[in-house]
């Protein structure tokens, strides 16, 4: 499990936004920014398929970085909190995508079928799971840890950057003590709402990109 590249200290997350394996090449790369367009994305899944955000135009599409070996993380998907967002999320219609941005040979990274495995033994439920082992995806939305959430509308337009909840902890007995920022996100703005935090701290895991040259 790559135990020596292994970190649990909390990093704290700069805006960002979302984006699949591979972004339009030689496009420089900004912070996305809430209220504007999220960074289009074309990007691989487990299952070898392509994936774009152009192709959920009218759906709203949430992104999750990933790291199965990061107790953050952990946290949410032994309690089951993870699995019932995404589950709750796919009935409203909501394309859920998790991103894994983990360079090779580093904590969380995993194959494609080991990303399929996880998926089946974590009983998890998104739409697809990318593997962005460039850390392009990654570093587009500027996701600092795991877990890192986004929330695109139907527009295109990042309505939600930052943390699962409010508790930056690792205890499972926090999950129902905190204040839940994607649930509430996903519920305001299906409601026609507007979000009331649309930007907040990701806690968790450092993301292990790869350098760039």
């Not at 082992?133 to 990654?138: A, E, F, K, L």
């Not at 839940?180 to 907040?200: C, E, F, N, S, W």
Request: proline share 6%; aromatic share 6%; glycine share 10%.
């Amino acid at each position: 499990m790559h135990s020596a590249l292994f970190t649990r200290r909390t990093s704290l997350l700069a805006l960002g936004g979302a984006t699949a394996s591979l972004v339009l090449p030689g496009t420089a790369l900004a912070k996305p920014q809430v209220g504007v367009s999220a960074p289009a994305f074309n990007g691989t899944g487990s299952d070898g398929k392509a994936y774009k955000l152009a192709d959920y135009r009218g759906k709203t599409v949430v992104l999750e970085w990933t790291n199965h070996e990061c107790p953050y993380v952990g946290k949410h998907y032994r309690s089951g909190n993870m699995q019932v967002l995404q589950k709750d999320a796919a009935g409203g219609g909501v394309v859920w995508l998790s991103v894994i941005s983990s360079m090779p040979d580093s904590q969380g990274y995993v194959s494609a079928a080991q990303a399929n495995d996880l998926t089946k033994a974590r009983n998890a439920a998104p739409a697809a799971v990318l593997l962005d082992p460039d850390g392009v995806i990654g570093r587009a939305y500027d996701a600092r840890v795991t877990p890192t959430m986004a929330i695109i509308d139907g527009k295109g337009t990042l309505i939600y950057i930052g943390g699962i909840d409010s508790i930056r902890s690792t205890d499972l007995a926090d999950v129902p003590k905190a204040a839940p920022y994607v649930k509430d996100a996903l519920r305001r703005h299906a409601a026609g709402q507007p979000i009331a935090h649309p930007v907040t701290q990701a806690y968790g895991c450092t993301i292990k990109y790869k350098p760039t040259a």
